[in-house]
Structures are given as C-alpha cells and as structure tokens.
C-alpha cells in the first residue's frame, strides 16, 4: 500500500482490482489518494465504488440508502477540497463510466460520460473537425466542469458550457431510477444540474453537447514586471480586455514569480526579491490570422508609459492548437506527485468600481505564499439566465489564486492566510464559482447561486432527495446566510 508520505502519480485512466474497493485494502487507498493535489484530506468512505454501468451506480445509491450514509462523487478529482471523500460514507468514482467520446453526425451532437477528460473530448473533436467548448486544462473532468456549468473555451460569447451547449443529461436519481433530463424531460433536474456543482443530488452518466464546424486557434502574449505598477497594469489589462470583442476571444492573466518556470530553481521558498509577473495570454477563434489580429487588436497602440515601462515581452498573433496549449499546461498543474494545491476565487460584482475592486483584490494577488503559486483571472462576461439553468451569478472576471505547495509539513497553516485574504475580497464579490466552493471550510466562499435560485434548487432537490444522500447543499444555506448577516451588517 502507498503509505501517505509516498507521492503518487495521477492518472486519468488508472485501474482497480474491483468494482468496489473496501477500506483498508492497497486499491482503496490507491484510488483515495488519486487527486490532481497529493494533498489528500484524512477522510475514509468506507467503500470506493467505480461503477461501470448506470445499474452500478443504482446499487451503490440503494446500499448508502440502507445503510444510512452519505454519498460522495468522484469524477477527476480538481476540486481540491475533495468533499467526494465523504467520511464512512460511500464514494462513487466514475472513472470507468462511458469512458469515451462518440460523435452522431445525424445531430451534430457528442455524447461522453462523466470522467472523460478535457484531453479526450479535444481529441476527438480534431478527429472529426467539430468544435464543443469544452475547459482549459488538459486533465479535469467532465462530470465537475458541467455541473458548476463549465467556463468553457470562449466563454465571454457563448456563455457557460452547460447554458448554451448541453442538450441533455443521463442522471442516475437518489431512488436509483436513470432516468434522462433535458428541456422538455424531467426539465427541473436539467434546471438544477446545471450550475449546482458539487451540490447536486444525483449521478450524471452521460452528457450530450451539440458542437459546431472548427475553426482555427490563435494566441498573442504579453509580459510584464509588476514591481509597484499593479493598479496600472491591472487596470490597462482588463480594460482592454472589456473593449475586445466578445465571440470568439479567451482572454486570460497569469500573475506568478518568474522562479515558478526556472528549472534550476527548487523548493516552496519565495524568492528573496519578490519580483512578480504578470502574463496575458490572448487566443481568439479565427478563420484566418488577419480575423485573428482584429478580434485582438484592443491591445495595439500606444500604452500608458508606467505600462510600457514595465513590458518585457510581447509575443504577436500565431497559430496555435489546443494539444499545443495543452503540453504547456500538463506541466502547470494535475500532475499529483510531490505536488500540493488549493484554490480560492472569487467572480467579481460587476457593478463595483474598477479601481475598488483591484484595492480589494490586491492582498490575493500580489502576497503568493510560495514560489510555484499563481495568480489565474480570466474575463468570462456570463451573464445567467436564472430561467434557464442554476447558473444564477454574474461572471464578469473570474480572480483565483492557485497556491502550490510540495512539503507537507506546510500543512494546515498553509491554507488560511489566503482564505483571510479572499474572504477579505467578498465584498466586491457577486459569488464564488461553485467548482471553487470549499465544503470543508467556509471562510472564503461566496454565494454559488442568487438567494432566488437557491430557494428554488432546494425545493427541487427535496423533491428528488428527500432522504439527504447528497449533503452539500447544507453547505450552501450556510454560506448564503453567513453573506446575507455580512450585507446587513455593512448596511448598519
Ligand atoms: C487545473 C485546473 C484547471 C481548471 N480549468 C477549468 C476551466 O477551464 N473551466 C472551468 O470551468 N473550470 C476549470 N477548473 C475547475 C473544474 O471545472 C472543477 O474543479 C470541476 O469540478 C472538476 O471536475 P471533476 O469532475 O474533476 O470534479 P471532482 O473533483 O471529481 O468533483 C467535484 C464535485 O462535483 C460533483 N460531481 C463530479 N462528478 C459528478 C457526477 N458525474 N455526477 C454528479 N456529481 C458529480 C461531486 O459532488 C464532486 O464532489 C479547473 C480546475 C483545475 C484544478
């Protein structure tokens, strides 16, 4: 058995010697600890299940019913709070569910379970010249990003994945029926599946997305030194990203120590000068690279000078490929090993003030606990049709914090100085994106849906169940009623 000191490689496909996998055993622990973060908690469910089938997961649900116990789902892992490890209760690990990505040209549709990896669903679109927003970083799953409803690529135009781009959902129910929801069938399931996260009370199987003819991918890059000028920077860089076209443009900043990608720099120190980066990386969807330069072109033209006097490299529009983007990112983050990670976010209020919400933020993003830490905002521009799908909060800039960490003995006091900081942030926040939401503490989190969206997913989530084999959403009241003593009190 890999003892808790060892570290463990992730991978996205492993195999286990059985369907369920009983504590205790070497496969059981194996699969616990198979997380993108090696910071695995200390929780025990007391069985793993990895169902192949639908009926598979009928019989798990129906033996946590039995027995009392909560139920947790695994589909890759990236949430790093890891509330799947729901302790003595049973974990369903859907990593060998509909592993695969079929395409029917009939409907233009692709169909793919839950487990199925960014990778993959970038694979076969290639395969077949098609494109489906699927996310950004080569290993997470599918089930987690299309349930907290998924900033796909492109998301400024084209909304969250699960919006604009799923049709339909298989869902195995709490009572153990499968059963389909979409539009017009089982339609407030769809409603609650979409944009509930780690609070919903079901087990997706299968998701169906339509997809569209592709195009090409097109990337520009800027880099900058911070030093004192993060008001400037900040303020150039998102305003220029608010005047760049909406459809087709991903607009991403990284903020980080340079020492993160030096390969002869070791351990969790920060470095003594404390210089940081600051990288915007700007792809577009084009049909030729002279569309490309247009969709781009906000950030041609002069600069203020203090961000012209900070600029150190700046690449112009190219081709480039997801699988390309990819290779880069598979070295960033999601590899397990040596190799800790926590994320906190917040998704900006749109209507606070610029120069407010960069005060606010500023703490989260320029004091990075260690060297390999980084700063990820990228500009979504959701906008929710509470109607629709439970995706309910506006999503202007998504601001996260990945912090990284690979010596243990770091641990617990790594993690609460940045929740102090992002709490400190939640008054110019509309929401926490609910694939960021912490079950396991609540200091940081914001509110996941609007107060109305909430009431009505609790009522739907009564409905399906009433016996509370899903209990995450207990988190979420929490969390909304600690916002809402927060707005009262800086009312008074
Ligand atoms: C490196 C990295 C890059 C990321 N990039 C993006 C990005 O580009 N866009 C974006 O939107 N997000 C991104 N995320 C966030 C990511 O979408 C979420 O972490 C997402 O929840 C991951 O899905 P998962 O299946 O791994 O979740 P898991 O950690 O496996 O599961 C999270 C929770 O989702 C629920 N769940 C999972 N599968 C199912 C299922 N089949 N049925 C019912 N409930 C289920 C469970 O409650 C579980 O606790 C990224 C995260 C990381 C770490």
């Given amino acids: 058995m890999a003892s808790p000191q060892q570290p463990q490689v992730y991978q996205t496909k492993p195999e286990y010697s059985s369907s369920v996998l009983v504590r205790g055993t070497p496969d059981y622990e194996r699969c616990r600890r198979m997380n993108p973060s090696s910071a695995t908690p200390d929780r025990y469910p007391q069985e793993i299940h990895v169902p192949r089938t639908p009926q598979d997961i009928a019989a798990a649900l129906r033996k946590a019913a039995s027995l009392g116990v909560h139920v947790g789902i695994r589909s890759s892992g990236h949430v790093f709070g890891l509330g799947a490890l729901v302790q003595d209760g049973i974990m369903i690990d859907t990593v060998n569910l509909n592993r695969g990505v079929e395409y029917d040209p009939a409907t233009q549709e692709i169909t793919f379970g839950p487990s199925v990896r960014v990778e993959e669903v970038a694979g076969k679109l290639k395969e077949i010249k098609r494109f489906f927003p699927h996310g950004h970083a080569p290993t997470v799953g599918a089930g987690g990003f299309l349930l907290a409803g998924g900033q796909g690529w492109f998301v400024r135009g084209w909304g969250a994945t699960a919006q604009s781009w799923i049709t339909k959902m298989e869902i195995v129910v709490p009572d153990g029926r499968v059963l389909m929801a979409s539009r017009t069938v089982n339609q407030d399931l769809f409603w609650a599946a979409r944009g509930s996260g780690l609070g919903f009370f079901g087990v997706v199987t299968r998701f169906w997305g339509r997809t569209i003819p592709a195009s090409r991918l097109w990337e520009r890059s800027f880099t900058f030194v911070v030093g004192d000028r993060y008001e400037q920077l900040m303020t150039w860089a998102l305003t220029k990203g608010d005047e760049t076209p909406k459809y087709g443009t991903d607009l991403n900043m990284t903020i980080y120590y340079p020492d993160k990608y030096d390969p002869l720099c070791t351990g969790d120190a920060v470095p003594e000068d404390k210089t940081l980066h600051m990288s915007l990386s700007l792809q577009c969807y084009a049909d030729t690279q002279a569309q490309a330069r247009v969709l781009l072109s906000a950030y041609d033209g002069e600069m203020p000078p203090a961000v012209r006097d900070a600029l150190i490299e700046m690449k112009p529009v190219t081709e480039t490929s997801f699988q390309r983007i990819f290779r880069t990112k598979r070295g960033f983050i999601g590899l397990g090993g040596d190799q ?61 914090t990945i912090t990284q960490w690979t010596d243990p003995g770091l641990e617990p006091g790594i993690y609460q100085p940045m929740r102090d900081r992002y709490k400190a942030t939640l008054p110019v926040a509309a929401g926490t994106y609910v694939a960021d939401y912490d079950v396991t503490n609540d200091d940081a989190n914001g509110r996941v849906m609007s107060d109305s969206a909430l009431a009505r997913f609790l009522e739907i989530r009564q409905k399906w169940d009433p016996k509370g084999l899903f209990p995450n959403y207990k988190r979420f009241i929490e969390t909304h009623e600690k916002i809402r003593r927060m707005e009262s009190k800086a009312r008074l």
């Fill in 340 to 400: 800790r990670w926590s994320i906190l976010s917040i998704l900006s209020d749109p209507g606070t003030p610029l120069p407010r919400l960069l005060e606010k933020c500023k703490p989260a993003l320029t004091e990075l606990p260690t060297r390999t830490s980084v700063v990820f905002i990228c500009t979504c521009d959701i906008v929710p049709d509470e109607q629709d799908s439970a995706v309910s909060i506006p999503q202007q800039y998504y601001i996260s």
